[in-house]
Structure formats: structure tokens, C-alpha cells
């Protein structure tokens, strides 16, 4: 297939791109490029199947959804937990906790396909979701490993970029392994090569080195909570984040079992509209961070904002696989824009000595908010459809429209030098 030819070109030259600029950054970095990405691939394993083996196991059909929201749930359930275990134990100590949580759901999964077991699924999905909470906070272990600040956006960029190859190994391995063991509806060998790839990124994870803390972090009385959350540039970064997450997560986790079980698509046809959206979530980081530097971050928010709207045209004007595909495609484009605006606009509300608190309630939320979409796309697809999935998703898209608006009015009113 064409498209199928254009992304592997694409991933190719991300590939390309991404390792020419590592290899100028620490070795920090380009670590957690070659990791992130192996521990990353559970998430679309069970976005794309987690859905499709509940059906299988005889779930309610409200149901269906729940492994990805329980592991949506994970993440925001342990994002404090995380952030406080790095604060007091570092970096690498919270991510080996993580890796071996991650480790300990793959086993679980595959005993639960074995045994056609949906409660143990789940289970299993809040261990993956546990893991991903300490897996999202390399970021700012990335972002610590760098000495200069106008660094930060090419190393975000080059961690989402990473992201790619989760987007192709999640659902290959989910399609190549499923039948590597017997299991009653398959996919117990997948989750077997799962863990196997969490074990090569904790051997990968011995080279990585605690990045170095300056000796003016601590200085400066820490502000309370309550008093970081109030600035406008913290609730920007929020919603920008917390919205672009939720409505990604709420369409994408509808969107196999809208193809697959109700409208009766391939099962190849959904893992290419899933790959390819994982991975137009990520290619964008191949020139975000130039964009930045031209447009700026207000400009990158609107140009997401506007995205998804289009999003939801194109997904209410049909239902075969090439309106699926478009619609996945810009979500992940839109999504790009969005989670990168928040997350380089969250340093600016902060001081260094409250920066593992307010990244906590950052992700708390984040995540928190996502989970709740991911739980109600399965039941409103199942009692009311596609489309309506799609229209339900339109008073957030205007939500976001605000909040760009209120940010031009606010860089306007006090324009300050961009830090991200």
C-alpha cells in the first residue's frame, strides 16, 4: 500500500534526522531516545488490542474500553508517586521502578490471554499504567541532562520523535507475536515480546547517569501549590496539555473498536490507521521545535487548536478506513502541538525548587483527564455511535479556542521572552 510505503520513508528519515542531533546532546539523551520508545510500545499494544481482546472475552460491551482506562488511570494514579520517588531517590532509581512494574504487567497480560481472563487484563493494564508514570518523567530527566535552557525544545522534540517507533513496534508486535503462543483469542505471545523489550531497556538503562542538579536549585523559598496553580501561565500549560491528551485519548481508544467490531474493517486496516496516528503524533517533533523558534508557542496552540476542529470534520463525513485514517492523522498532528505547547510552557510557572511538585500535579491531571475520556469512549460508542463520539468531543475544541485566545491576550498584554 502507497500510504504504507510514505510512513516507512518517513520513519526512515525521522531515524535519520533524530540521530544526527542526538549525537550533539549527552549521553544522557540519546539514552533515553534508544529506551523510551521499547517501554513505550505496551501503550499501543493495548490501544489497539485492549478493546478487541475484552470483546473476545465476553466483557460488558461498556466495558471494552476499560484495560486502556485502567492503564490511563495507572498513570495518573502514580504520577505523584513518581515524581516524589525521583525527588528523593533520583532519576534512575524511579525509572528502574517503573521498568520493573512495566515488567510485571507483560507477565501478568500474557498469564491473563492464556487464561482468557478480563479481570486479570486489567490488571494487568494498571501495572502498564503505573510503569508509564515513571516512563513520561524522562522528559524532565532529559530536560535536567541538558546545561543550556534553548536546548530544551530540540530535546523534546528528539524524546517525541522517539515515539515513532513505539507506534510501529506497539501494534507489529501485537499482529507478529499474537499466535507465538497458544492462547484461547491469541495475543499471549505478544505480551511475551513485551517483555522481553523491558528487559533490554533496563540492561540499556545501566549507562545512564543521574543528571547533575546546580548548585543554585534550591534557592528561593518554595511557593504553595495553591499559589503556582493561580498563575495564568500555569493554567494555560494545563488545559493545553490536559484537553489536547483527553480528546486524543478519546477518540483514538474508539476508534479500533468503531472500525473493527461495528463497522467490520480489517483487523489490518485498523492496526494501519493506528499506526499511522501514532506516528503522526510524533513525526511532527522532526520540525516543532523550529516552529517554535518562527511562530511561537501561541501561534503552535492555535495551529493545534484548529487541527483538531478539522479532526471532527473529516470524522463526521464518513466512516470507511480512508476517513478513519485522516481523522487519526491530524488527532496525532493536533496532539503534537498541543502536549509540546504545555509542556514547554509548564517551566515558566515554576522555580527549580518547586519543579517535582508542580511536574507531579501536571501529570496528575493530565493523565487524570485522559482517563476519563478513554472510559467514556467506550460507552457513549457503544449507545450511541461513532458520530457521536465525534460531536461530543466539539465543547473542548471550543474550550481550546478560548484558552488561545486568552494566551494572545495575555502575550500581548505582557509579552515576555519565550523559554521553551
Excluded: C
Excluded at 497458544?182 to 533496563?202: K, R, T, V, W
Excluded at 543528571?211 to 495564568?232: D, M, V
Amino acid at each position: 500500500m502507497l500510504s504504507n510505503i510514505f510512513i516507512t520513508l518517513a520513519v526512515l528519515f525521522a531515524a535519520f534526522f533524530g540521530l544526527q542531533q542526538i549525537f550533539t546532546l549527552p549521553k544522557n539523551v540519546w539514552l533515553l531516545f534508544l529506551v523510551q520508545p521499547l517501554v513505550m510500545a505496551a501503550s499501543p499494544v493495548i490501544v489497539f488490542i485492549g478493546g478487541i481482546l475484552a470483546t473476545s472475552m465476553n466483557a460488558d460491551p461498556a466495558l471494552v474500553t476499560l484495560p486502556v482506562t485502567v492503564m490511563i488511570l495507572g498513570v495518573a494514579s502514580a504520577a505523584i508517586p513518581a515524581a516524589l520517588l525521583a525527588k528523593k531517590y533520583r532519576r534512575r532509581f524511579a525509572t528502574y521502578t517503573g521498568l520493573s512494574l512495566g515488567l510485571m504487567g507483560t507477565l501478568l497480560a500474557m498469564v491473563a490471554a492464556l487464561n482468557a481472563n478480563f479481570e486479570l487484563l486489567v490488571l494487568a493494564s494498571l501495572l502498564f499504567g503505573t510503569s508509564t508514570a515513571f516512563i513520561q518523567q524522562l522528559r524532565f530527566a532529559a530536560i535536567e541532562s541538558v546545561p543550556e535552557s534553548k536546548d530544551v525544545p530540540t530535546v523534546l522534540s528528539i524524546l517525541m520523535l522517539s515515539g515513532i517507533f513505539s507506534a510501529f513496534l506497539g501494534p507489529e508486535i501485537a499482529v507478529t507475536a499474537k499466535d507465538w503462543l497458544s492462547s484461547p483469542h491469541g495475543y499471549a505471545g505478544s505480551f511475551l515480546f513485551l517483555a522481553g523489550l523491558f528487559i533490554i531497556a533496563m540492561m540499556l538503562m545501566l549507562k545512564f547517569k543521574n543528571p547533575e542538579i546546580q548548585q543554585n536549585e534550591h534557592h528561593g523559598s518554595a511557593r504553595p501549590l495553591t499559589e503556582i496553580i493561580k498563575q495564568p501561565i500555569f493554567v494555560i500549560a494545563i488545559l493545553s496539555a490536559a484537553i489536547g491528551f483527553a480528546l486524543m485519548s478519546y477518540l483514538m481508544t474508539a476508534t479500533p473498536i468503531s472500525m473493527h467490531h461495528l463497522r467490520g474493517h480489517s483487523l489490518n486496516d485498523t492496526k494501519w490507521v493506528i499506526q499511522s496516528h501514532i506516528a503522526a503524533m510524533f513525526i511532527p517533533s522532526l520540525f516543532t521545535a523550529l516552529l517554535v523558534k518562527r511562530i511561537g508557542l501561541q501561534n503552535l496552540m492555535l495551529a493545534g487548536t484548529i487541527i483538531y476542529a478539522l479532526v471532527a470534520v473529516v470524522a463526521l463525513s464518513g466512516e470507511q478506513v480512508m476517513h478513519y485514517w485522516w481523522a487519526l492523522i491530524l488527532l496525532g498532528i493536533g496532539w503534537n502541538f498541543l502536549f509540546l505547547t504545555g509542556t514547554s510552557l509548564l517551566p515558566q510557572s515554576y522555580r527549580a525548587s518547586e519543579r517535582h511538585k508542580v511536574q507531579a500535579i501536571n501529570d496528575f491531571i493530565i493523565f487524570g483527564f485522559q482517563a476519563t475520556a478513554s472510559l467514556m469512549a467506550g460507552w457513549i460508542l457503544f449507545k450511541a455511535g461513532w458520530h457521536v463520539v465525534v460531536l461530543t468531543s466539539l465543547p473542548f475544541i471550543i474550550i481550546l479556542f478560548v484558552v488561545s485566545w486568552f494566551y494572545f491576550k495575555k502575550e500581548h498584554a505582557h509579552p515576555v521572552p519565550e523559554k521553551a
